[in-house]
């Protein structure tokens, strides 16, 4: 299994990104998926995830209303939309199976976001 992320990068507050987690390596349509975030000294914390049939969504409080997950199971990715950010988003993200923070789960490497004026 491979999971591969993109899309992170250094903008300001008030921007946008969309992270991209391509999955290979498993039936991705019977895989749940999160996004993790991990912030500079802090634990992993899961930020938003979507059920295997796109079902169930979740968004932590943090980023309900600027963030969007979705899925496209033709291409085997899962989208993270980040929209109005705020310098407290910053972190490695990345991608893990399963509906929620489970660090036994497979992940990705991460990609980095950086929110700074």
């Known amino acids: 299994v491979r999971l591969v992320e993109s899309g992170g990068g250094l903008v300001q507050p008030g921007a946008s990104l969309r992270l991209s987690c391509a999955v290979s390596?498993?039936?991705?349509?019977?895989?749940?998926m999160t996004w993790v975030r991990q912030a500079p000294g802090k634990g992993p914390e899961s930020v938003s995830a979507?059920?295997?049939?796109?079902?169930?969504?979740y968004y932590d409080y943090s980023v309900k209303g600027r963030f969007t997950i979705s899925r496209d199971d033709a291409k085997s990715t899962v989208y993270l939309q980040m929209n109005s950010l705020r310098s407290e988003d910053t972190g490695l993200y990345y991608c893990?199976?399963?509906?929620?923070?489970?660090?036994?789960?497979?992940r990705g490497q991460g990609t980095q976001v950086t929110v700074s004026a």
């Open positions: 893990q199976l399963g509906y929620g923070l489970d660090t036994r789960n497979q």
């Open positions: 979507v059920w295997r049939d796109g079902t169930r969504i």
């Open positions: 390596g498993i039936r991705f349509s019977d895989a749940s």
